[in-house]
């Protein structure tokens, strides 16, 4: 029998230091559960960063107030709420007693790219091919994990265009994410600035958000590129940008998985380690390379490599057809199907 509108509670987080990315792909999942059944979707978020995104979407959102405990408000919000379905994505704070509780008296939980406790206590785990995915433990817990670039849900504002046929010289594409904490827009700049890659013939585009604050510093060094290189901030739609580009360079992130459903090849910044095992993944399936972790880049060997690529196009469109192959850009679909037929299995 079919569930008359039970409610999905979203937990995640956003901030201009963490970025907006787990509470993007929550609103991609989100929106996927919205197209195939009338649910009751509510977002829990730890602040209010992001609280005006999520009801422009149509959503309700609660926001623990300052003077709230994390766990008394979750408490709370999951006794008013009795929600059929939770979603956690990398929340911070969520104790570990109050998931293990929850999936005790037969609350269903799914995790998305957990690699802490909370897995445990979940009915499902979804997670891209990540070394660290494969290798966590789970001896001992009854989660279903699904593993795979299939499982890796894009964010709520991607729209995939077909590609765009372009002449002349390669057009890159620089996004580092909306906040950009590490300055690593400042440092693709200065990578261009670097031979070979200096004297190898591209234009670029710098992507922006709304909360990076060294947009100042930034054009100074785009104003050395002698008129190679612009800034947009905040564009309409990343997706068509992304399929009017030849190549990218980009801070590993759920703009990864984007640029590869585009057929977009790329090279990555990374802020972890974790990021750097994942785009040596994409880097091994020939879709990108991977300059590691941001703070041990050699930036002359990165503009070395890099530049290798660009006078290649055949080895550029080689890796973009690659990509697409391996990301199709439905994830938060197949995730929002599994969770629906987990939901209505219960009812």
Known sequence: M???????LFRCDASPERGYGHVSRCLSVARAIRAVRPWRIVFALGSDHAAQRVRGRGLEVSVRSSGEAMAAWLERILRELSPQALFLDAPQGFPEALAARRHAAGGLTVVLDDAGPLRRHGDAAY??????????????????????????????AFVRHPRV??????RLLVTMG?????????????LLMTPPLSGTPWSALFVVGPYFAMKHELAVRLDRLDGRAEMVESPQDMGALMAASDFALA??????????????????????GEHAAMAGVFAREGMAISFGVHDAVRQDEAARRTAELLRDPLALERMGRRAASLVDGKGAQRIAADLVRRVESLI
Not at 251 to 272: D, I, K, N, R
């Open 178 to 190: 909306g906040s950009d904490p590490a300055g690593l827009a400042l440092r693709a700049a200065e």
């Open 251 to 272: 801070s590993f992130g759920v703009s990864a998985y984007e640029l590869a459903a585009s057929g977009v090849p790329a090279a990555y910044y990374c802020l972890t």
């Open 165 to 170: 046929a372009r002449t002349g010289p390669p």
């Open 127 to 156: 997670y891209p091919p990540a070394p660290a995915a494969y290798a966590l433990d789970w001896t001992g817990c009854g989660t279903e994990v699904l593993c795979g670039f299939q499982w890796a849900p894009l964010g709520e």
């Open 2 to 8: 079919a569930v008359c509108s039970p409610t999905a």
